[in-house]
Structure formats: C-alpha cells, structure tokens
C-alpha cells in the first residue's frame, strides 16, 4: 500500500550517486575489419575519455594509456578524436591536444586536430591554430603536416572516397554557423595533396550534414533545401533526392563525427526523427524498422549488421549491435544501474501546445511517478521545466537518470522544445532568428501554463532549469517572464554582448542571427540580457560554473549573482575548479543536482 506524502517529499532510491555510478557517456563509433571501436566519457574517472574496443568473441578492451585522455578540443566542443587502420589507434590527448599512436606523439603542441581519416602513409584531419581552421595533412613517416586547404573560417566532415582518390568536405564563413549554410567541396587527393578543388552543393542558405561516399563511389549527404534535412546522392552533375520526406535525417553539427546514417553495402541504414521520435530504416523507402528505441545516432554498418547508440523512455542510450539476417540484436555496451523497479520510472508524454501568435510548441512532459507514494488528495506537484542547450538543438526523451530524480521524488518535469529547436524542419528550426530571448521564453511559459491549466502542476511552484544557451533561457524567462518561482543557470549567458566579444570562435558570430549583428545591434542585446534588467528578476536563482569554461566564461555568472546579492535577492553561486562547459566529475555532477533541489525546496518551503 501506498504512503501519502506532499509531492517533493517522497523518499526516492534513484540517489545522486546513481547517476555517476557508471554514468558514460558515448562518442564516435567505428568499425575496421572485425572490431568495434567507440570512446567513452567516464566521469568515474574524473572525466577521463577513454577508446574501447569490441571484439567478435565479445570481449571489451581498453586501448588508451592509462596515463593519457581521448578528447579533441576543435571548436570546443570536439568530437571525432580518434581514428583506426588495421588494428592501430590514432587519436588526439585531451591534455596537449597532439595526435597520438600509443604513446608516441605524431605531432608538436600548438595546435588541435579533429575529425581523424587514415590512408597511410598519410592522416587527414580537421587543425585548429588559435583562430584559424583548416585541412590538414599529416605524413605519418616524417611526422610532417602541411595545410592542403585554408581561407574558410570552418572546415569539417573531411571524408575519403573507398579508393582514396578523393576527399570530400564541408565548409563554412561567419556569420553562418553549420545549421545555416555549408559548402560541400570535393577533390582529387593525392600524394599528400588536393586538386582541383570543386564545390558541388551548398549555399549560406543551405546546410549540407555528413558527407559519405558508397562502396560504389557515390557520394551521399543531407540537404535541408526543401525546408528538411534529407538524404541525397551527387550522380556528377545534380544532386538527386532519395527520399524525399518530412522528417529530419541530419543533426546540428555541434560536433564532429555526427553520424545518423551509414552504408550496408549498397543499401544505406539510416535514423530520421519525425514529431520527436527517431527511427530506423533501410533505403530505397526507409520504412521504420520494430525496434524498441525512440532515439538513435552515431549509425555504422557493414553488409552484415549496423551499430548505433540508442535508447527509450525506459533505457539509457547504450550501444547496440543490429544484424540484418536474423533481426538480432546485442548490447555492447550499457551503463549499469541497480536494479530499478518500473515503479519508480516516469514514461515521457509527447505535447504540441498552443503558444504566443499562433504558433504551436512541443515538449516531453514527465509527471510524478514512485510506486511507494500518492500525493494528498487535490494537491498538484511543483514542476520543473527544462530548457535545453544550444539553443539550435533539441531535447532527447531517453531515460535520463537526472529526470527520474525528479519525478521520484514528486516533482514533474517538461523537458521543452522550444521554437529554434531541431526536429520539426527548418522552418520551426528557424523560428529563433532574431528572437532568442522571446520565443524560447514564450514555448517555456506557455508550457508550463499549458499543464497549470490542465491540473498537472502548482501554479506558484514552477521552476526553471538550463544550461549554457539553456541557462540563457533561464535567465531570460525569470527576468522578463512572469511563470517561474525560482530557477537554476547551469553555466548561462547573462549578458549577450559580453559573449560575443569573449567567446571562443566557432560560436563568435552565432548570435548574429539570433540576436541581430554586433555591435551594430548593441542596443538590442542589451535590451535582452538579463544582466541589465536585473531590477525585474524578482525570484530566487542558483548559478552552477566551471571555473575553466572558455564557452561561456566564468565572470557571466559573477556579474548576475553579484548583482542579485546587492538586491537582496535570494541567489547562490557554486564554482567547480577544474571543470570546463559542462561537468564532467562524479562528485561535482552529484554536488550541483543536491544544492539544486534543496534550493527549490527551501523557496518552495518543501520539508523533504
């Protein structure tokens, strides 16, 4: 029989050390002859990134130096560190960002490397050297690289035709980031060099995601031009639809090494996401596959079988192992939890609502959920809303032991996909440009006043949550909104201006079309920075920040907590030295959910 409880004070087993407990985090997959290669973040090991290898008995190796850290800092936000050619591992070290064979390093300090293509004797790679991007061409002999293209401010996506005569690449100038406009560029390669260099598809209106060539020699990308990223084939003189759908096949490359779809033989496997959910399909009509999962990425294949990282509502993303004869699956690899009873797990609910002009919002809605518990009899939870980062991103509905902290404990959570989010085509995708700061807020109060109006959430116990561009959000909405009690800004932007000019370079001139340009529209960020307007934010705020963040710097956080604190507004700032944009460490991840949550239930005057 069940306890009665006031929701936010139920006692949950989903602990803070549950989420670090084996909480890794999955990166680039690859498969060269019989193995399967991926890296993983561990934040057991103070976020030490590490490559593992998959054999075909089923034996799982660490192949990385214990002394050393798989990560590519390119853009920041790297991806794509490592490499593989017959069974030898080429990947960049986090600490001096030099590419690495073993433990011998291949190239000097100074300069970063990403996106790593093998064809001995040769090594292809996206470099990095203060502010200047480039392809560069590593000769593996003499450890001696050139520069083989230069004058775009981005490269990315370098990728080698099966004979290794051609490169095909991605491209891009400010003010556009990848999302916006790319160029896809082919060449001949050879001896170590690229000529004659040719653009094939592209605009500054048009983004162009994975390049990939067949085992034929054709190669394949997505296109948004018909407003969604679809997948198309380059015949040498058109690019020609494949299959021509209302579904997104491409992702904002973020990072490097996206992948959402890959060649078994002839055939392509691909993931698509369509009102929310991913699925899985094989060409020519990229019918939904039966699998259970409603999230899939990082797809790789042989004729035989796909690998991908996926998960569900009730399953953490994992890495899978799909073989094609006998619909067989296998997991390669999980993150292990203790057992927890269903009971205790909170399923995802997929809302479209009404928000401001017209205009309809999306978001995953997750309500109270613990089998030990039911709330007094015409009482309504507190809720929390999520606000995700980017902004040109999108929220994932798979298992997130973060949410299930929440929820167990009596709190609802909205996970929201606000306008400018990706998904839903370009168009919904678009709907920020020049509107961040308005339209973001506007989907994160209507949802949540969406579920007041319903009876799924107290009124006047509402917060809100977000990091980087999410705690911009989060600002903004408890400074020019009127819905939420009380918040928590997770490395946040709190004055746009300031961002632009301290910013790293990939996101320089982001806020270009999300904002208006700088500083010609000064005005204008000032006007939608919360750091001048701190005389409207009225609630209580908590500020979580690494205190070597180069994507937003720690001083966005000092200025608003500061500022709050000469108000007299209730407001903490908690600064983890050593971490960066996003933590990494067990204990600083444990740390900052418990102050969050004691802080709400302290302004919400819960008695846990």
Known sequence: MSNVAPYGTW???????????SQKKYGTIVIEGANIYWDELRPSENGRSVVVRYTPEGEKQDMTPENLSVRTRVHEYGGAPFAVHEGKIYFVNDKDQR????????????????????????????????????LACLHLPTKKWEKIAAGKDFYASPTLSPDGTQLAFLTWDHPQMPWDGTELWVADFKEGRLTPIQKIAGSSQESI??????????????SDKTGWWNLYRWNEKAAEPLCERDAEFGLPQWMFGMSTYA???????????????????????????PLPWTFFTQVRATPEFAVFIAGSG????????????????????????????????????????????????HA????????????????????????HGGPTGATSHTFDLKIQYWTSRGIAVLDVDYGGSTGYGRPYRDALKRKWGIVDIEDCEAGAQHLVQQHQAHPHQIAIRGGSAGGYTT??????????????????????????????????????????????????????????????????????????????????????????????????????????????????????????????????????
């Open 475 to 608: 600002l903004a909405a408890l400074t020019f909104g009127k819905t939420f009690t009380v918040g928590a800004s997770y490395y946040g932007v709190s004055d746009l201006g300031a961002l632009v000019e301290e910013t790293h370079k990939f996101e320089s001139r982001y806020l270009d079309s999300l904002v208006g340009p700088y500083p010609a529209e000064k005005k204008l960020y000032q006007e939608r920075s919360p750091l001048f307007h701190v005389d409207k934010l009225k609630c209580p705020v908590i500020f979580f920040q690494g205190a070597e963040d180069l994507v937003v710097p720690l001083n966005q956080a000092e200025k608003m907590y500061h500022a709050l604190q000469t108000r007299g507004i209730t407001t903490e700032l908690i600064v983890y030295e050593g971490e960066q944009h996003g933590f990494r460490k067990s204990q600083n991840i444990r740390d900052s959910l418990e102050k969050e949550i004691a802080f709400y239930l302290k302004v919400w005057k819960i008695a846990p």
């Open 209 to 222: 995601f994975e390049p990939r060539w067949s085992p034929s020699g054709f190669l394949h990308f997505t």
């Open 263 to 289: 060649f078994a033989g002839e055939k392509i496997v691909a993931a698509f996401v369509q009102d929310g959910r991913w699925s899985l399909g094989f060409s020519p009509d990229f019918k939904p596959l």
């Open 99 to 134: 590419i690495y064979l073993d433990t011998e390093p291949l190239t000097e300090p100074g300069t970063r490397f990403a996106d790593l293509q093998v064809l001995p004797p040769y090594l292809i790679a996206v470099g990095e050297k203060k502010d200047e991007n480039f």
């Open 11 to 21: 006692h949950s087993p989903i602990t803070s050390e549950w989420l670090t407990m």
């Open 314 to 361: 009730v399953q953490d993303r994992s890495i899978f192992k799909y073989e094609f004869s006998q619909g067989k699956t296998t997991v390669l690899s999980h993150n292990v939890h203790p057992h927890l009873d269903p009971g205790y797990i909170s399923q995802p609910q997929f809302l479209t609502y009404s928000s401001s002009q017209g205009r309809k919002a």
């Open 364 to 387: 995953f809605y997750y309500p109270p959920q613990n089998k030990d518990y039911r709330a007094p009899e015409g009482t309504l939870p507190p809720l929390v809303v999520m606000s």
